[in-house]
């Protein structure tokens, strides 16, 4: 289920949509539903030997780093 951005056409509000299935979003200001999806960049983290690629590797507690894995690193 992605997080798309738009835009409306009528009012200019811009929001972010969780779609699920087939929604068609409306905007949460004026309830129209003539929207552009605005161009969003994913988010990527990446890591090297001196940046760990997870965040939470020396703060989880876990004894061995499982990386983006474990789900840790969605909270950091």
């Known amino acids: 289920m992605p997080i798309y951005e738009y835009a409306c056409r009528g009012c200019g509000h811009e929001f972010e949509f969780l779609v699920r299935g087939g929604e068609t979003p409306s905007c949460p200001a004026c309830?129209?539903?003539?929207?552009?999806?605005?161009?969003?960049?994913?988010?990527?983290?990446?890591?090297?030997?001196?940046?760990?690629?997870?965040?939470?590797?020396?703060?989880?507690?876990?004894?061995?780093?499982?990386?983006?894995?474990?789900?840790?690193?969605q909270w950091m």
Not at 37 to 66: E, L, V, Y
Request: proline share 12%; aromatic share 2%.
């Open 31 to 73: 309830g129209q539903t003539d929207l552009t999806k605005n161009f969003s960049p994913p988010a990527a983290h990446t890591g090297s030997r001196k940046d760990p690629a997870c965040p939470a590797k020396d703060s989880c507690g876990a004894p061995r780093c499982g990386g983006q894995s474990c789900g840790m690193a």
